[in-house]
């Protein structure tokens, strides 16, 4: 039988989803409660991977079982056994064919970066930071470049395993409240570091590094070394992942209290 299941984690005490020798994994510690509650050795495919320090609000993976189970002990069992920072929202059955990478249609991010000029506190590790004003409408004004289908080489690491640059960039909506900047990003997928590199490149412009355009100089160069560092993990979360509705899956509200942050 095959389930997707949908999770939330903060991203701070792990080095990252994917399985590694000897680290602290999402992917390990789902794959460890998992196979203690089958009897039986349990993989998981996610529907994206995140870095070091990346949370997320809604993850969704697959896995496949023989060992029947209420859905609920899947999700009550999970979270009884998984580390504090990590939490099972739902289990749902699907069909074979489902892939939770392969068919999911779009990925949402969202990145909280707290613009002020003394660094956060309480919500260390949760948010990014950035100690000199920005410019919002600046940041807006170059966010409309990124929109539609790109080569999104000039935002891709060294590192990317993807096979075509090439992505669809749904929606880059830029807003503030207070200190805090939000940034949130739909694509119908993402490249390795991509969101954090557009940040980054948004905060040049913010900052008044650049005019608006340069953006688009970035992304029509496909040159990653002309663009702007990578900016922290700290505040990048995965949103939601989207799929299409024959599959049957819960899904996030578009609008979401972060509970805690502003």
Partial sequence: MRYALGLEYDGRPFKGWQSQPDQPTVQDAMQSALSRIAGEAVAVTAAGRTDTGVHALEQVV?????????????????????????????????????????????????????????????????????????????????????????????????????????????????????????????ANAFLHHMVRNIVGCLVYVGKGKYSPDWLAEILAGRDRARAAPTFMPDGLYLRRVDYAPHWGLPQMPEELNLGGLP
């Fill in 62 to 186: 697959h896995f496949d079982t023989s060992a029947e189970r209420p859905l609920g002990a899947w999700v009550r069992g999970s979270n009884a056994l998984l580390p504090q920072g990590v939490a099972v929202l739902w289990v749902h059955p699907v069909a074979p064919e489902f892939h939770a990478r392969f068919s999911a249609e779009r990925r949402s991010y969202r990145y909280l970066l707290i613009n002020r000029s003394v660094r956060p506190a309480i919500q260390a590790g949760k948010v990014g930071w950035f100690h000199t004003p920005l410019d919002l409408a600046a940041m807006q004004a170059a966010a409309r470049y990124l929109l539609g289908e790109h080569d999104f080489s000039a935002f891709r690491s060294a590192e990317c395993q993807a096979k075509s640059p090439i992505k669809r960039m749904h929606k880059l909506e830029i807003s503030r409240r207070g200190d805090l900047i939000e940034f949130n990003l739909t």
